[in-house]
């Protein structure tokens, strides 16, 4: 079996990410309850009369992905692998509202087509003019981690060379407006700083797109090994010890070996402490990081989480304000990520320096 | 195997509905839509309170319809693979679907601002929420369990991948399919497209009117050669190629020379280590769009050439099911191998001018020992799954 590795990293995000000479230089702060995602120039990256018609997501993907090609030096690739957990939201809120308002009549096409799932992966395939695997994962928090699986296996295998695999979610205003009456985004403005203490509900809703080209050969500048993930529909909270330490047995390495364990916490008072249970016990002399506070939640966060990682290992320096405890790194060879959404789908994801 | 579609609620019923040739297509009656009169759909009649009460769900329960479908097709799985313990091997789950809880969704739109009892489907909202279910009723626990939609291709895919877990190691045992109900967002969303036929489809034909929207869910148990071998089990049939392409021609729909369906075919050939000329039979995609025949029928020349094996849409039948089509459809194959018979291509009546190939459009029983099965969707996402008989 080969080995995987990530060999290009392209953002768009709540911080300015998209500029991979930088590294959280600057931090965009927010007072909100949702932030949306810093536009890049987008003329930089697309022809003008095409980004008009292209969704949010389709905008911010095209970009990390361009970012993330070009950095690799890479015209196409042998598979484009998306997750997803909502799609183009905003053109499904679009076309649903029309059908209801309107009561099915005049409708066009346009926002049907693009509220398809798979659009941001079949636009991708489109710009590219890459007639291989295409596929598009939907399961809410691990829809990126499901990508990078399926990437994963076909790197290992030796069935592709080189894939493109990324998560991308936009906000979308009726979708803010019900879950902020179920208290699935906090009810009031939250500072960064203060993400972790609120005390309430919810999360603080964003969305992003992070692409990465994944390779089974290694160059001077690939970024890191992704190692493993692996995906759990259910854990409980007292399960979560020992799946951790499973994923850790599995690929011959114990807690001494993890250099910085990165957590997916979101400030929601109801959830945070699945992370707690790692944070707290079996990893409470490791030192930890989390992004959320820099991304906020949705549901392919965590591909900002692996963007962070990714970044940590090759500049080999863990930026002050993702820390989450006060031990000091000694090394940055081996991370874990851990991540789920309101107790569901976890996630743990391992990436090592090359 | 499960399967629940608007020929049968089991694949005992769906198999004894493909032989007599008789179709579920119908005037949609569980939606209230003003596209009723236009269009001719493939629903299942067992409504949503008679699955409740079938499944056991408490009243409080926040199951959309195709969770309530998956669920329904997914234990007639289990159940079938005789499968008593579905913790004794690591077994996963993938599921496509591309409505999800669309029909709430759609139901309570507005109310879910202001009306309490609706909210328990915004958890729904999202594409997962339906696999997580069917998780949950199968009793799939601290495993990998996840969803793709690739549109029309959906379900293809997901046995795609599952073969693939299975093939690297990662699980022992995957079940692997898709679930849609039928939605208003769908029917007004192929109704813009032009693509809805206002009267029963008809695959392959010159005068073919667009296609029949259906709604249905169906499961097949993927296990390893180890797991086979240690319990004993009778293999329904081998998954024996797989392969995804992309057309990479437009959004949505098939370039006119069928690239991609070209290159998922040959992909799915050579993964099986087949020459074209073993393939028995093709479970076409055959949707009855003027665009999908043509592009899959070049397809089908491009890869087999002058020898063009025998071949049928079912989509007649259950009507285009979407995100699970390509899962019914690897039932059919299977089923087909297993009886050693191809379904009808039903409606057909006049040969498309383009080119010179004609499906079978009466049942025929042959021995097979190959089926290779199509599912081309929105995004230009081209996937071919291949069974056989034979390891």
Redesign the interface.
């Known amino acids: 079996m080969k080995k995987v590795y990530i060999q290009s990293v392209g953002s768009v995000s709540a911080q300015r990410t998209f500029d991979n000479n930088e590294f959280l230089n600057e931090i965009t702060e927010y007072h909100a309850n949702v932030i949306p995602a810093i536009d890049p120039v987008y003329q930089d990256y697309i022809p003008p009369a095409a980004a008009r018609r292209m969704a949010k997501g389709i905008k911010m993907s095209s970009v990390a992905s361009k970012i993330a090609l070009s950095e690799a030096g890479l015209e196409n690739v042998d598979a484009i692998i998306t997750g997803t957990g909502m799609g183009c939201l905003r053109d499904s809120e679009k076309f649903l509202s029309a059908i209801i308002d309107n009561k099915e009549e005049f409708l066009t096409p346009t926002s049907f087509i693009q509220s398809t799932h798979n659009t941001v992966g079949g636009q991708i395939a489109l710009g590219l003019g890459c007639k291989g695997y295409n596929f598009t994962y939907v399961h809410s928090c691990i829809s990126f981690e499901s990508a990078m699986i399926d990437a994963k296996m076909q790197l290992e295998l030796d069935e592709a060379t080189t894939i493109l695999v990324g998560g991308v979610d936009e906000l979308a205003d009726h979708t803010i407006a019900i879950h902020k009456v179920v208290k699935h985004v906090k009810p009031e403005a939250v500072s960064m700083a203060n993400l972790l203490t609120s005390g309430t509900e919810g999360a603080v809703f964003s969305e992003g797109a992070n692409f990465f080209i994944l390779t089974n050969e290694k160059t001077k500048d690939t970024y890191a090994e992704l190692v493993a993930v692996d995906t759990f529909n259910t854990l409980q909270k007292g399960e979560l010890a020992v799946a951790a330490l499973t994923v850790l047995l599995e690929n011959n390495l114990s807690v001494n070996d993890i250099d910085l364990l990165i957590l997916g916490n979101n400030g929601d008072v109801v959830f945070d402490d699945y992370y707690s249970v790692l944070s707290k016990e079996v990893f409470s002399e490791t030192p930890q990081a989390y992004y959320k506070h820099l991304s906020g939640e949705f549901n392919t966060a965590s591909s900002f989480g692996f963007w962070l990682a990714s970044k940590i290992l090759k500049t080999q320096s863990v930026p002050t304000v993702v820390c989450l405890n006060d031990l000091k790194t000694l090394k940055l060879d081996t991370i874990l990520l851990y991540n789920q959404y309101r107790g569901q789908n976890h996630s743990f994801t391992l990436v090592r320096k090359c | 195997m499960g399967i629940i579609s608007a020929i049968g609620n089991n694949v005992a019923e769906n198999y004894d509905a493909l032989i007599i040739g008789k179709k579920g297509i119908s005037r949609i009656s569980k939606i209230d839509?003003?596209?009723r009169d236009q269009i001719m759909v493939g629903e299942i009649a067992t409504s949503n309170d008679e699955l409740i009460g079938l499944l056991g769900l408490p009243p409080e329960n926040n199951y959309c319809r195709t969770a309530l479908l998956g669920v329904v097709a997914a234990k007639e799985a289990i159940a079938d693979a005789q499968i008593t313990d579905i913790k004794k091997y690591r077994t996963g789950?993938i599921s496509a679907?591309?409505v999800?809880g669309?029909d709430m969704?759609?139901r309570y739109?507005?109310d879910?601002?202001t009306i309490a009892s609706t909210?328990k489907y915004?958890d729904g909202?999202?594409?997962?929420?339906s696999?997580?279910k069917v998780?949950?009723q199968l009793g799939?626990?601290?495993?990998?369990?996840?969803?793709?939609?690739?549109?029309c291709s959906s379900a293809a895919?997901s046995i795609m991948?599952g073969a693939?877990?299975i093939?690297?190691g990662?699980l022992d045992r995957v079940v692997v399919g898709g679930a849609d109900c039928l939605s208003?967002?769908t029917i007004?969303?192929f109704?813009?497209?032009m693509i809805l036929s206002d009267t029963y489809s008809s695959p392959f034909d010159e005068n073919r009117k667009g296609l029949n929207l259906g709604e249905a869910a169906a499961y097949l148990v993927l296990e390893s050669d180890a797991v086979v071998k240690a319990e004993n089990k009778k293999v329904l049939a081998y998954v024996k190629g797989y392969g995804?392409?992309?057309?990479?021609?437009?959004?949505?729909a098939s370039s006119d020379f069928g690239?991609?369906a070209t290159?998922a075919m040959e992909k799915a050939l050579m993964v099986a280590g087949y020459k074209a000329s073993e393939i028995d039979y093709i479970n076409a995609h055959g949707t009855a769009t003027g665009n999908n025949d043509l592009s899959e029928g070049r397809a089908i020349i491009n890869v087999f050439g002058s020898n063009v094996p025998d071949f049928s849409s079912t989509k007649a039948y259950t009507g285009h099911t979407l995100a699970a089509a390509g899962a019914i459809e690897a039932v059919f194959s299977v089923l087909a191998l297993q009886h050693n018979v191809i379904f009808p291509n039903l409606n057909y009546k006049t040969q498309m001018k383009e080119f010179s190939i004609t499906p079978q459009i009466t049942l025929k029983r042959k021995e097979l020992k190959t089926v290779l099965s199509n599912s081309l969707?929105?995004?230009?996402?081209c996937s071919t799954v291949i069974f056989s008989k034979e390891a």
């Open positions: 839509t003003i596209q789950l679907t591309s999800g669309m969704t759609e739109y507005y879910y601002l909210q915004i909202h999202h594409a997962g929420d696999t997580q998780a949950e799939i626990e601290k495993s990998l369990v996840t969803t793709i939609s690739t549109a895919n991948l693939r877990l093939k690297s990662k208003k967002f007004n969303g109704k813009t497209l995804n392409a992309n057309d990479a021609y437009h959004q949505t690239d991609g290159l969707g929105f995004g230009g996402n």
